[in-house]
């Protein structure tokens, strides 16, 4: 093959097979048609050389422990056998004390943690309980670490007044940083994506590295050895205060963060493969009762200064439906007085994705929408002969996927997150009781196996009975930008009716006959995010 032969080949490939899906979708409206789709995503290529380039550099900065890697490859092994660079599999036996699994990611993992460091201060001496955070840059030690064959993911946290040459912030509270880096990427249509600017103290490390604020977090992106590398924090574009973090505050802190990563782990596995978009396959039975109206089709007049809702085709995972028992009901829990078709019976659902609120939303019209689906259970039927017995508050609520789960001990919020050689994902859950979920062990690095109960169906917002009670239920896939909020409307159609084994009836959407009432402030029956002082910024 002559030069560059492989990676023409490549891309025409690529271009072949991007060509055949766009071929291969339907001519008519998707919501006409009544079909779902899968995902598309695409498989980066791993550039290992360059990563034990970087690596051996790193080591060489350290004299004394520098002669005990060993960088020279193995080639009588097979070629992804890890031994084919024995300083990564010495590299992962060392960080593995620190971060459980490391040598499953895929991807090079850059993290905020000395490796050479800690070897040298052991070969000096230094005693086995000295803290992580001095080989971390001050930040503490992980909170929650996963790896697997799409990439890894890590959360660490920085307290007040630590970390030398750190300015002095308002923010009385650690600040979490997170970062992930990925060998597969989503590609969904985002005109938001790609966007943002240089941080040029950073420039010589990160030439493509581009810091913007987006859906509540700014975000630092960039790509190196051809993977793609997104650090993280929740923050507010807004004035500082003692209980919530302000960007301009968060900025100095992940600056520091990427000025400290380092090459921790990882190992080369066979490369993964690009996932081509498709018609996903329903069950072919009919049910006689499940309806839903279409995607996108939310109340009248309840999104964003009266703006529509989203279509949205794709059912994003092959998931278990999160409620334990059927019937359930998807509907609005704010705006449900406002929905003339809105009854005592269970169907049809209705999507309420793009529904008012303050949180952003990039596929929302106006940019700001709900993030997820109102899920709450039908009502008990009554006693009877031969019925089980319904407790209304003990609804359960189960895993949808085999996952780990990321939850700190006062979350409010349950995130699941799938990474394996097709997907990379996340399942957020929200308003069951954080205490009960601290005292069941639903905590961080916990695995739950699909279908596994994590829960009940609750109306904790902040506290007991500060919402209705149902389950707020949302998707984010990973992007070059990071993780972003995707419509699950779809996605739970899809599981449903694998869960009742019958296809449902798409109805509507009716042209309204009379006028509706206009949301031009949001009622008082709006679940709004509390921008009080200690406010959790999860509600939803």
């Known amino acids: 093959m002559p030069p560059g032969g492989e990676a023409v080949g490549r891309k025409s490939f ?53 002669g005990d890697f060993i960088f020279a490859p193995r080639r009588s092994v097979p070629r992804y056998d890890p031994r084919t660079m024995p300083a990564l599999v010495q590299l992962n036996a060392v960080s593995s004390q620190f971060f459980t699994g490391i040598a499953r990611s895929s991807v090079p993992v850059l993290l905020p943690f000395d490796a050479a460091a800690y070897l ?27 790896a697997g064959p799409a990439g890894y993911s890590a959360t660490f946290s920085l307290e007040p007044g630590a970390g030398d040459g750190m300015p002095s912030r308002v923010f009385a509270r650690p600040v979490e940083v997170q970062i992930t880096g990925s060998a597969l990427i989503y590609d969904i249509s985002d005109p938001s994506g790609g966007k943002g600017e240089p941080v040029k103290p950073l420039a010589a490390t990160y030439p493509d590295l581009r810091r913007f604020i987006r859906e509540g977090y700014v975000r630092y992106a960039f790509t190196r050895f051809g993977v793609a590398y997104v650090v993280s924090i929740q923050c507010l574009d807004s004035v500082a205060k003692p209980r919530r973090l302000a960007c301009k505050e968060a900025y100095p802190v992940a600056e520091r963060f990427l000025k400290a990563l380092r090459i921790a782990g990882g190992q080369r596995l066979r490369p993964l493969t690009d996932m081509a978009s498709g018609i996903i396959d329903r069950p072919v039975e009919r049910s006689a009762d ?32 999160p409620l334990e028992k059927v019937p359930a009901i998807v509907r609005s829990q704010s705006y449900a007085k406002r929905d003339r078709n809105e009854g005592a019976t269970t169907y049809p659902w209705r999507d309420n994705f793009c529904e008012s609120r303050s949180f952003e939303v990039w596929q929302c019209a106006g940019g700001y929408g709900h993030q997820g689906e109102d899920i709450r259970a039908a009502n008990c039927p009554p006693p009877g002969e031969g019925r089980a017995p319904c407790d209304p508050k003990q609804r359960g609520v189960v895993a949808v996927r085999d996952a780990i789960v990321i939850r700190g001990a006062k979350d409010q919020a349950v995130t699941l997150e799938v990474n ?8 957020r859950y929200m308003h069951m009781n954080p205490q009960v979920l601290t005292a069941d062990g639903v905590l961080n690095g916990r695995i739950v196996i699909e279908g596994e109960k994590i829960g009940v169906v609750s109306n904790y917002l902040d506290h007991p009975a500060g919402t209705s009670m149902h389950l707020h239920f949302d998707v984010q896939l990973f992007t070059r930008d990071g993780w972003i909020w995707v419509s699950p409307y779809v ?29 031009h402030a949001l009622p008082e029956d709006v679940v709004k995010p509390d921008l009080r002082e200690g406010s959790s910024g999860e509600e939803n």
Request: charged share 20%.
């Open 14 to 66: 690529r271009f072949v097979s991007l060509l055949l899906a766009l071929l291969s979708l339907p001519i008519a409206s998707p919501l006409a048609a009544d079909e779902f789709r899968s995902p598309s995503l695409t498989a980066l290529r791993v550039d290992w050389r360059a990563a034990l380039d970087q690596l051996r550099t790193e080591i060489n900065s350290r004299p004394q422990i520098a």
């Open 120 to 146: 040298e201060a052991q070969r000096s001496g230094a005693p086995a309980s000295l803290s992580p955070a001095r080989f971390q840059a001050d930040f503490n030690p992980v909170d929650v670490f996963d």
């Open 290 to 321: 499940f309806s839903y109206r279409p995607s996108g089709d939310i109340i009248p007049n309840t999104g964003y200064r009266n703006r529509g809702g989203h279509p949205d085709v794709m059912a994003y995972a092959q998931i278990r439906f």
């Open 420 to 427: 394996s050689r097709t997907e990379h994902i996340r399942f």
């Open 491 to 519: 996605t739970l159609v899809s599981a449903y009716e694998r869960l009742i084994h019958a296809r449902g009836r798409e109805v509507g959407p009716e042209i309204a006959g009379a006028p509706q009432p206009v949301a």
